[in-house]
């Protein structure tokens, strides 16, 4: 293996350590199914492939996109459902420590909706 593929495999796996731990799923993490992924001494990528590889996780860890690419107003407040993602996120904050009766009694709100 050449010193660049080595340092590229080094970066992605570097990259993958930094990454968040998702709240919502614990049991299955994005970082360790790329890990396994780029650990195998099989993988036939090239150093610029890895290369490239680990600058788009560098990328997204960096929230380049969020900064290029900023959301307006109007987009995250559409007309239909004006709360709709200050409500979405108000939940996702709430999911990882809600208990199994908490979870429950949600889903039975949601099949049964009174109006």
Do not use: C
Not at 1 to 17: K, N, W
Not at 69 to 82: C, M
């Amino acid at each position: 293996m050449s010193r660049q593929v080595i340092r590229g495999q080094h970066l992605i796996l570097r990259a993958l350590s930094q990454w968040p731990k998702d709240t919502i799923r614990p049991e299955v993490q994005f970082q360790s199914v790329l890990q396994k992924r780029f650990e195998q001494p099989k993988l036939n990528l090239s150093e610029e492939e890895q290369l490239k590889e680990a600058n788009a996780l560098y990328s997204l860890l960096q929230n380049r996109y969020k900064r290029t690419y900023p959301i307006t107003g109007s987009l995250l407040q559409p007309k239909g459902n004006p709360t709709y993602f200050t409500d979405l996120l108000k939940e996702l904050e709430e999911a990882p420590s809600r208990s199994f009766l908490d979870r429950l009694l949600l889903r039975i709100k949601g099949l049964v909706r009174l109006q």
